[in-house]
Each structure stands twice: as structure tokens, then as C-alpha cells.
């Protein structure tokens, strides 16, 4: 039997057993077989849970484990960047580019913090500069033709826009620029992205304030090539944008508009429509100048031009010479030959009414010649015949020019009755239809000779070249 034991008797201890702590009481508890019993079985019960919980926690540190490794694999993976069309990328390695120019594809990278892909897009971009130089109008009416503004209005230089040119005029311009990022490195170390088209915009504003003070109102209206004051404006941007090493690169610089003040439209239309008007005169008359000059005289009518204006300079200063040397070489161009020119050998064929001119002359001498030798034949034989037979020869000839002259269309023959007498008188009226034919006729031959006068003069008036001695800046 066991006695029970009193709560508030101390607890002993085996002989020999110190206690765990000098400050606590001492007890003995005695525990019968049942006791312990009782605790083997909720021994066995704890043995199962912890089982159970040594086994959840296994099962659950593998799948800690396996999450681990799928986010570690996620994590590297985490670099890899597609880089599309019109991209290009910059991989970086602790911040330090390794690449600068990857192109479109799908690339491996370090990932985020170690390393990043920063791609950067290098298709075309536009920039509107229709506001800064233009008269103030409300949003959305930049297009707004120039007939519609209002022309009354001064300029108030606080809200209109404008520009100064090189003659100290105000002009009004509106102006597209297109350009692309061609540097990705260069573009993702100096420029912000946020402020990437107020620093272009900027830079063309200021590149083209400068060209345009470079250029006149009237060279700035006229202009109508990329060899004017747009190209220069766009040389200007992109140097400024080389200078800070932007990485961007102009690709076009366009003057949509321009036009002069508002209220100086009208002025401004006058004159340029006189100045077009002078213009299209000017090329009409070298046209019409060279069309002339290449019907005289063809491919060699701007040589004979210079060697007569030449010609003409030696004879006014009186050197004969040179003057006679000069129309030698006149003549031999003329005629087609080969002439030394300051060293070069020229031979230019002529054509036009200069090749008429000296063909007709050819032939002219050529029949006169040849008429020369047949009267010199038709006389030597005729000397033959009054040597052999003066009477015979005389009577021939005097019946041909009988004959001839009787064959006159003035000549009128009248048959007079044999027997009549050596005394005739005759009263005869003239043939009007004959005198008719005559005064047509004469009439005919006054008109040929004074169009033949006219067209002479004509002819000396277009060859007159400006004569007169150059000496330095004055001209005699």
C-alpha cells in the first residue's frame, strides 16, 4: 500500500542526490504500476504525433526545397529579354555595359540587380515644330491657312511666335523633323527618356533661330531646295546633338511653311509676283537667246560669240594685229577647221543659219566661177567665128538680140501694111492689162528689195554684240 502523500510535504530524493536548484523544496512521489502504465500509453500516442509531425515537416521541406530551386531557376531565367523590331539592347553587368548593340532576338542576361537588358527603340520618331515660330492660334488650329489670320492684329512678341532674318525682317515658319536613336549606348547615358523630345525640340529650335538669321526674307521665301536654309538648320541641330553625345541622329528637317508678318502678306505678294514675273522673262529671254544662238550657228555659236566679242575689243583699241589673228581663227571655225584656243585644240562643227549662209556663198562662187568660164568659152568662140566671117557673125548675133528683145513682155510688135511710105504716124494707146502687169510686177520688185533691206538690218541687229573696252572696273 502507499501512503498518501502530503502536498506540503517536501519531496525526497534518493540518497545522494543533490537537488537541481538549492532554492526548491524537496518531495518523493511513489507511482504504482498503473501509473505507469497510464504513461507508457500516452507515451506511444506522442511517439505517433511527433511520426506524424517529423513527416509533414520532411514533406514540407521538400517542398520548400523544390520552390526554392523553381524560384533560383526563375531568378536566372528572370535575364532573358526579347528584343524586338526596331529595338536594340544594351546588356549590363553590375551596371557596366557588356553589350551595346544587341540585335532583335531573345538574349541571355544577368538578372535584376546583377544585371539588366535595357532596350532602346530606333525606329523614326517625328517632332512637330508648328507653334514656336508661327502667330498665336488656339490648340488644334496650327494648320490654319495664313488668309485666315488676322491681319490687323500687331505682333505681340509674348505669345507669337517669330523669327529674325539676316536683313532684320520678321518671317513666320512652321517645321517637321524626323529623327531616330542611332547610338543606343550614347542615347541611354546622356538622355532622359522623359525629356528625350523637349531636348530635340529645343536643339531644333535653336539650330534653326540660327540659320534663319543667317538667311535674307527674300532667300528664305525663294527657297525651295534641301540646299538652303533646312539643311543648314539640320547641319546646326545635329552637331549640338553630337556635342552632348545624345546618340540621336536627324534623319530630315522640313520647312512645311513660311510666310512673311501677317499684315505684309498683300506687299509681300506684289513683290514676289513682279519678281516671278522678271524671273520667267530672264529664262524666256536666254531661252529664246539660246535658241537663236543655236539656229545661226549650233554647237559653236558661244565660241564665235566670245572670239568676235574679242575680235572686237582688239580693233577698238587699235591692235591690228591680234584683231587679224583673231578673225584668222573666226574664219577657221566658220569653215569647220581645227583652231588653238589658250593651249586646247577645238574643232566644232558649224551648223544653222551660218552653214547656209556659207554654203550659199560656196555656191554663189562656185556659179560665179563657173559663169566667168562660160563667158570666157562663149567670147573666144565668138572672137573665132568674126575672125572667120565678120558679116555672118554680126547679122547672127544682132538677130538674137532682136529676137530676145522683141521677147520682152514690155515690148509690144505692130505689123505695118506694105506700100505705106517711109512717113507713118501712129497713135497709139498703151495695152492696160501690160501696164497693169508692169506696175505689178514693179510693185512686186520694190517689196522684195525693202524686205530684203529689212530683213538685212534685222540680221545686223541681232549679231550686235556690247562693244566697248573693259579697263578694270569701268567700261567705255
Given at each position: 500500500m502507499?501512503?498518501?502523500v502530503?502536498?506540503?510535504?517536501?519531496?525526497q530524493?534518493?540518497?545522494g542526490?543533490?537537488?537541481?536548484?538549492?532554492?526548491?523544496?524537496?518531495s518523493v512521489?511513489?507511482r504504482d504500476a498503473?501509473?505507469?502504465?497510464?504513461?507508457?500509453l500516452?507515451g506511444d500516442?506522442?511517439d505517433s504525433?511527433n511520426q506524424?509531425?517529423?513527416?509533414?515537416?520532411r514533406?514540407?521541406?521538400?517542398?520548400v526545397?523544390?520552390?526554392?530551386?523553381?524560384l533560383?531557376?526563375?531568378f536566372?531565367f528572370s535575364?532573358?529579354?526579347?528584343i524586338?523590331?526596331?529595338?536594340?539592347?544594351?546588356?549590363?553587368?553590375f551596371g557596366?555595359p557588356?553589350q551595346?548593340?544587341?540585335e532583335?532576338?531573345?538574349?541571355?542576361?544577368?538578372p535584376?540587380p546583377?544585371?539588366?537588358?535595357?532596350t532602346?527603340g530606333?525606329?523614326t520618331?517625328?517632332?512637330?515644330?508648328n507653334?514656336?515660330?508661327?502667330p498665336?492660334?488656339?490648340?488644334?488650329?496650327e494648320?490654319?491657312?495664313?488668309?485666315?489670320?488676322?491681319?490687323?492684329?500687331k505682333l505681340?512678341?509674348a505669345?507669337?511666335?517669330?523669327?529674325?532674318t539676316?536683313?532684320?525682317n520678321?518671317a513666320?515658319?512652321q517645321?517637321?523633323?524626323?529623327?531616330?536613336?542611332?547610338?543606343p549606348?550614347q542615347?541611354?547615358?546622356?538622355?532622359p527618356p522623359?525629356?528625350?523630345q523637349?531636348?530635340v525640340?529645343?536643339?531644333?529650335?535653336?539650330a534653326?533661330?540660327?540659320?534663319i538669321?543667317?538667311?535674307?526674307?527674300?532667300?528664305?521665301?525663294?527657297d525651295a531646295?534641301?540646299?538652303?536654309?533646312a539643311s543648314?538648320?539640320k547641319?546646326?541641330?545635329?552637331a549640338?546633338l553630337?556635342d552632348?553625345?545624345?546618340?540621336?541622329?536627324?534623319?530630315?528637317?522640313v520647312l512645311?511653311?513660311?510666310?512673311p508678318?501677317v499684315?505684309?502678306?498683300?506687299?509681300?505678294s506684289r513683290v514676289q509676283?513682279?519678281v516671278s514675273?522678271?524671273?520667267?522673262?530672264r529664262?524666256?529671254?536666254?531661252?529664246?537667246?539660246?535658241?537663236?544662238?543655236n539656229?545661226v550657228a549650233?554647237q559653236a555659236?558661244?565660241?564665235?560669240v566670245e572670239?568676235?566679242?574679242?575680235?572686237?575689243r582688239h580693233?577698238e583699241?587699235?591692235d591690228?594685229?591680234?584683231?587679224t589673228a583673231?578673225?584668222a581663227?573666226?574664219?577657221?571655225?566658220l569653215l569647220?577647221?581645227?583652231v588653238?584656243i589658250?593651249?586646247?585644240?577645238?574643232?566644232?562643227?558649224?551648223?544653222?543659219e551660218?552653214?547656209q549662209i556659207l554654203?550659199?556663198?560656196r555656191?554663189t562662187e562656185?556659179?560665179?566661177?563657173s559663169?566667168?568660164?562660160?563667158?570666157?568659152?562663149?567670147f573666144?568662140?565668138?572672137?573665132?567665128q568674126y575672125?572667120?566671117n565678120?558679116?555672118l557673125?554680126?547679122?547672127?548675133?544682132w538677130s538674137l538680140?532682136m529676137a530676145d528683145?522683141l521677147d520682152?513682155?514690155?515690148?509690144?510688135?505692130f505689123m505695118?501694111?506694105e506700100?505705106?511710105?517711109?512717113m507713118?504716124?501712129l497713135r497709139?494707146?498703151?495695152?492696160?492689162d501690160?501696164?497693169?502687169?508692169?506696175?505689178?510686177?514693179?510693185?512686186?520688185?520694190e517689196a522684195?528689195?525693202?524686205?530684203?533691206?529689212r530683213?538685212?538690218l534685222r540680221?545686223?541687229?541681232r549679231?550686235?554684240t556690247?562693244r566697248?573696252?573693259i579697263r578694270?572696273?569701268s567700261?567705255?
Amino acid at each position: 500500500m502507499t501512503e498518501p502523500v502530503d502536498p506540503n510535504t517536501p519531496e525526497q530524493t534518493p540518497a545522494g542526490n543533490l537537488p537541481a536548484e538549492s532554492g526548491r523544496s524537496q518531495s518523493v512521489r511513489l507511482r504504482d504500476a498503473q501509473t505507469r502504465a497510464g504513461a507508457s500509453l500516452v507515451g506511444d500516442r506522442m511517439d505517433s504525433a511527433n511520426q506524424s509531425l517529423r513527416d509533414a515537416l520532411r514533406i514540407t521541406f521538400r517542398l520548400v526545397q523544390f520552390a526554392m530551386i523553381v524560384l533560383a531557376f526563375l531568378f536566372i531565367f528572370s535575364g532573358f529579354r526579347a528584343i524586338q523590331e526596331g529595338e536594340r539592347g544594351i546588356s549590363t553587368f553590375f551596371g557596366k555595359p557588356v553589350q551595346t548593340s544587341l540585335e532583335p532576338g531573345f538574349h541571355p542576361a544577368w538578372p535584376y540587380p546583377i544585371g539588366e537588358v535595357i532596350t532602346i527603340g530606333t525606329g523614326t520618331r517625328e517632332v512637330a515644330i508648328n507653334r514656336s515660330f508661327f502667330p498665336w492660334v488656339r490648340e488644334g488650329e496650327e494648320n490654319k491657312p495664313e488668309s485666315g489670320l488676322s491681319t490687323s492684329r500687331k505682333l505681340d512678341p509674348a505669345r507669337d511666335g517669330s523669327l529674325i532674318t539676316a536683313d532684320q525682317n520678321i518671317a513666320h515658319a512652321q517645321w517637321s523633323l524626323n529623327y531616330r536613336r542611332h547610338q543606343p549606348l550614347q542615347y541611354a547615358s546622356t538622355i532622359p527618356p522623359e525629356l528625350e523630345q523637349e531636348i530635340v525640340h529645343r536643339v531644333a529650335q535653336a539650330a534653326i533661330v540660327q540659320a534663319i538669321a543667317e538667311t535674307t526674307i527674300d532667300e528664305l521665301l525663294k527657297d525651295a531646295g534641301q540646299d538652303g536654309v533646312a539643311s543648314r538648320a539640320k547641319s546646326i541641330a545635329q552637331a549640338e546633338l553630337d556635342d552632348i553625345g545624345a546618340g540621336i541622329q536627324i534623319e530630315q528637317l522640313v520647312l512645311v511653311r513660311k510666310f512673311p508678318p501677317v499684315s505684309l502678306l498683300d506687299s509681300f505678294s506684289r513683290v514676289q509676283s513682279a519678281v516671278s514675273i522678271a524671273s520667267e522673262a530672264r529664262v524666256n529671254a536666254r531661252t529664246e537667246a539660246d535658241r537663236m544662238l543655236n539656229a545661226v550657228a549650233g554647237q559653236a555659236a558661244p565660241m564665235l560669240v566670245e572670239l568676235i566679242d574679242e575680235y572686237e575689243r582688239h580693233t577698238e583699241l587699235g591692235d591690228e594685229a591680234e584683231a587679224t589673228a583673231t578673225l584668222a581663227v573666226i574664219d577657221a571655225v566658220l569653215l569647220g577647221q581645227p583652231v588653238e584656243i589658250d593651249g586646247d585644240l577645238f574643232q566644232i562643227e558649224v551648223s544653222g543659219e551660218v552653214a547656209q549662209i556659207l554654203s550659199q556663198a560656196r555656191q554663189t562662187e562656185l556659179a560665179i566661177s563657173s559663169g566667168a568660164a562660160e563667158d570666157a568659152f562663149r567670147f573666144k568662140a565668138l572672137r573665132e567665128q568674126y575672125e572667120a566671117n565678120a558679116p555672118l557673125m554680126l547679122t547672127q548675133q544682132w538677130s538674137l538680140a532682136m529676137a530676145d528683145f522683141l521677147d520682152k513682155g514690155f515690148v509690144q510688135t505692130f505689123m505695118l501694111p506694105e506700100g505705106s511710105g517711109d512717113m507713118i504716124e501712129l497713135r497709139l494707146n498703151p495695152d492696160p492689162d501690160i501696164i497693169k502687169e508692169l506696175d505689178i510686177a514693179r510693185k512686186r520688185l520694190e517689196a522684195e528689195a525693202t524686205a530684203r533691206e529689212r530683213e538685212r538690218l534685222r540680221q545686223i541687229d541681232r549679231y550686235n554684240t556690247d562693244r566697248g573696252v573693259i579697263r578694270g572696273d569701268s567700261v567705255n
